[in-house]
C-alpha cells in the first residue's frame, strides 16, 4: 500500500444550471468572456494600443457583473481595471455602477437594444475624479464580436473619443 493513493470518492453532482432572470435575458449575448485589443488616445495624452478582457457573468438574480482588465500589448504589464454591476430594466432602460482602478467611479444611465443588441451608456455622476467631468459608453455586437466607444470630457475638454475596442467571445 505504500505510495499508493486512497480511493477517490464520487464525484459531487455538478451544480444545476442557473436560469437566466428575464431582466438579462435581453443582454444575454454578453455573458462570458471577450479579449481583443482597443486604441485610445485623448488630446491631452499620447496614443496608446492595449489588449483587454471583459468578463460579464450572472448569479440569477436581475444583474450582471462586469470586470474589465487592460494590458500592455508588448510587455503584457497591467494598465487599468474596471468592475461593477449592469441593471437592465424591462423596459429597455439600463443602470450601471462602474469602480475603476484609479479610484474613479461612474454612475451611469443608458438604454439598450436587444434586437440590434446596441448598448448606449451616459455618466449620471463621475465621482471622485478630478478631471473627469462625463463619461459615455456605446457597446456594440456586431458579427459576432463586440465593439465600444468611449467617450470622455474632462475640465479642459469637451466630451471626445477616448477608447475604442473590438473583442472576441473566448
Known amino acids: 500500500m505504500d505510495g499508493e493513493l486512497p480511493p477517490a470518492s464520487a ?6 444550471p442557473l436560469s437566466i432572470h428575464p431582466a438579462v435575458t435581453p443582454l444575454s449575448f454578453l455573458l462570458g468572456t471577450w479579449r481583443g485589443k482597443g486604441e485610445g488616445g485623448f488630446p491631452t495624452i499620447n496614443s496608446f494600443s492595449y ?3 471583459l468578463h460579464f457573468s450572472h448569479s440569477g438574480k436581475p444583474v450582471i457583473s462586469y470586470s474589465q482588465k487592460t494590458w500592455k500589448l508588448d510587455s503584457k504589464e497591467p494598465m487599468h481595471a474596471e468592475s461593477g454591476y449592469w441593471r437592465p430594466k424591462p423596459d429597455g432602460t ?3 455602477v462602474i469602480a475603476q482602478s484609479t ?6 444611465k443608458g438604454t439598450y437594444n436587444a434586437e440590434e443588441k446596441v448598448i448606449k451608456l451616459q455618466s449620471e455622476l463621475v465621482g471622485n475624479a478630478s478631471k473627469v467631468k462625463e463619461i459615455s459608453r456605446v457597446f456594440k455586437l456586431v458579427d459576432g464580436e463586440l465593439s465600444y466607444v468611449v467617450q470622455m470630457a474632462t475640465t479642459l475638454t469637451s466630451l471626445q473619443p477616448h477608447l475604442k475596442a473590438l473583442l472576441t467571445k473566448v
Open 11 to 16: 464525484p459531487a453532482p455538478a451544480p444545476a
Open 103 to 108: 479610484g474613479l467611479v461612474e454612475v451611469q
Open 94 to 96: 439600463i443602470e450601471v
Open 51 to 53: 489588449g483587454e478582457e
